[in-house]
C-alpha cells in the first residue's frame, strides 16, 4: 500500500513541475523578442563603460604616455600576462635614466582583474571597452603598447644643466677627498712604523721527478 501511494506522489510531483516548465515556456513564447542586429548596429551600439575588454596606454597631449618602467604591473599580474623590456639611455643633462623599451600585453591570458591598472602609481594604463578582439591565430593577442613613435626628449634648461654641472663636480670633489684621506692615512700609518703583517711562510716544494726516480 505504501508503495502505491509514493507512486502516485512521484507522479503528481512530476506532472506539476511538467505544468510549471510548460507555464513559463509559454509566456517566453508570446513575449515579444528583442535581436541585437550584430555588426550592423555597432555605430549605434556601446558597451558599458566598465566593461572591460583591452589594456592600453594612456597617452597625454604631448603624445608621451606615463609609464616610468618601474614593474609593478608586470609583478602585480597573476598569470604572467605583462612583459616589460628596458633600456639605459643618457638625458640631455648627461644622467643615466631607466626607460621604457617594449611593453607587450597577452589579451589571450588575460583575465581582466584590473591588478595591473591598480597597481600602476602614474596611471600609465587603463582598459577600454573595445570587445571587437576576434583573430584568426593566436599570436596576434600578443600586442605592444608602446607603439606609437615616441617624441624627442625636451631639451634641459640652463637650471637643470647647471644643476648636473654641480652634481657631477661635487661628486668629482668627494672622490678626491676620499683619495686624499686615504694616501693622509696611510702615510700616517707608515710615519708611525706600523710592523707590516709577516708573510705565511710558503708551502714546501713537492720533490721533482728525477730526485723520486734516484731514491
Known amino acids: 500500500?505504501?508503495?502505491?501511494?509514493?507512486?502516485?506522489?512521484?507522479?503528481?510531483?512530476?506532472?506539476?513541475?511538467?505544468?510549471?516548465?510548460?507555464?513559463?515556456?509559454?509566456?517566453?513564447?508570446?513575449?515579444?523578442?528583442?535581436?541585437?542586429?550584430?555588426p550592423e548596429n555597432r555605430k549605434e551600439h556601446h558597451p558599458a563603460e566598465r566593461f572591460r575588454a583591452e589594456l592600453h596606454f594612456v597617452y597625454g597631449d604631448d603624445g608621451r604616455h606615463k609609464c616610468i618602467a618601474c614593474g609593478s604591473c608586470e609583478r602585480a599580474c597573476p598569470n604572467g600576462t605583462i612583459t616589460i623590456e628596458t633600456k639605459m639611455v643618457t638625458t640631455p643633462a648627461g644622467k643615466p635614466k631607466k626607460k621604457l623599451d617594449k611593453y607587450f600585453y597577452d589579451l589571450g591570458s588575460c583575465t581582466f582583474c584590473q591588478l595591473c591598472v591598480t597597481s600602476c602609481p602614474t596611471?600609465?594604463?587603463?582598459?577600454?571597452?573595445?570587445?571587437?578582439?576576434?583573430?584568426?591565430?593566436?599570436?596576434?593577442?600578443?600586442?605592444l603598447l608602446n607603439n606609437r613613435p615616441e617624441p624627442p626628449e625636451p631639451e634641459p634648461t640652463p637650471e637643470e644643466l647647471a644643476a648636473a654641472e654641480a652634481e657631477r663636480q661635487r661628486k668629482i670633489e668627494e672622490a678626491k677627498a676620499?683619495?686624499?684621506?686615504?694616501?693622509?692615512?696611510k702615510a700616517a700609518a707608515e710615519a708611525?712604523?706600523?710592523?707590516?703583517?709577516?708573510?705565511?711562510?710558503?708551502?714546501?716544494?713537492?720533490?721533482?721527478?728525477?730526485?723520486?726516480?734516484k731514491e
Open 1 to 38: 500500500m505504501g508503495s502505491v501511494k509514493e507512486y502516485f506522489s512521484s507522479l503528481g510531483s512530476g506532472i506539476a513541475s511538467l505544468v510549471k516548465g510548460l507555464a513559463v515556456t509559454g509566456r517566453e513564447f508570446v513575449t515579444p523578442k528583442i535581436t541585437e542586429c550584430y
Open 123 to 143: 596611471g600609465a594604463i587603463a582598459f577600454d571597452n573595445d570587445f571587437e578582439q576576434a583573430v584568426f591565430t593566436r599570436d596576434k593577442l600578443v600586442k
Open 178 to 185: 676620499k683619495a686624499a684621506a686615504a694616501k693622509a692615512a
Open 192 to 213: 708611525a712604523g706600523t710592523p707590516k703583517p709577516a708573510e705565511a711562510p710558503k708551502p714546501a716544494e713537492a720533490p721533482k721527478a728525477d730526485e723520486q726516480a
